[in-house]
Antibody, heavy 117, light 111 residues
């Protein structure tokens, strides 16, 4: 299974960050697809996850600014984060979360997003 | 959602064994047998090395092992090798409709 993030690497402060995760094969229906971010030099922070049915769950600290969506015809799911600040500068990973044993089985290489003022 | 507690750094010499702890509470690590560990090299994505406390995915060296006692999980790396130098993160399930919690990460230095 191939997992690939894509999107702009630079976003202006107060604007909206948009990323897409492309998934090969039928894997998009097999996992809870998650966004996890990692600020430079920092640890992992879960942003949210989505199932192909549309069920979502977001990190409470980001919930007011996060929207995730899925396009099963394109095997893609997307992340939008509004009103970004420098604190949102991070590498954003797309990861497959297994609901059988509750772990992140597959990871994309990540997309670095820098918020500029 | 407080993070799980890991030591910021550990170190060891080649050939030695080291253990990284991951402390949670009775709502996550202590309650469920769904602790996983991830290895991350600089500039790379995390890689799953342990799941379900002690299970190893195919392709992961048997030098990596996991265990749990009460609210603390452990990752042990035996026969330490220079290529083990990386950051290690733990994760635990914390109940339905949540992907759980990550640890803050531990930097392993091979002296």
């Amino acid at each position: 299974v191939q997992v690939q993030e894509s999107g702009p690497g630079l976003v202006r402060s107060s604007e909206t960050l948009s990323l897409t995760c492309s998934v090969s094969g039928d894997a998009i229906r097999s996992f809870y697809w998650s966004w996890i971010r990692q600020a430079p030099g920092k640890g992992l922070e879960w942003v949210g996850y989505m199932f192909y049915t549309g069920h979502t769950n977001y990190n409470p600290s980001l919930k007011s600014r996060v929207t995730m969506s899925v396009d099963t015809s394109k095997n893609q799911f997307s992340l939008k984060l509004t009103s970004v600040t420098a604190a949102d500068t991070a590498r954003y990973y797309c990861a497959a979360f297994s609901s059988d044993w509750y772990f992140f089985e597959l990871w994309g290489q990540g997309a670095l997003v820098t918020v500029s003022s | 959602q407080p993070a799980l507690t890991q030591p910021a750094s550990v170190s060891g010499s080649p050939g030695q064994s080291i253990t990284i702890s991951c402390t949670g509470t009775n709502t996550d690590v202590g309650r469920y047998k769904f602790v996983s560990w991830y290895q991350q090299f600089p500039g790379k994505a995390p890689r799953l090395i342990i799941y379900k406390v002690s299970e190893r995915p195919s392709g992961v060296s048997a030098r990596f092992s996991g265990s749990k006692s009460a609210n603390t999980a452990f990752l042990t790396i035996s026969g330490l090798q220079p290529e083990d130098e990386a950051d290690y993160y733990c994760h635990s399930y914390a109940g339905s409709d949540t992907p759980g919690r990550f640890g803050g990460g531990t930097k392993l230095t091979v002296l």
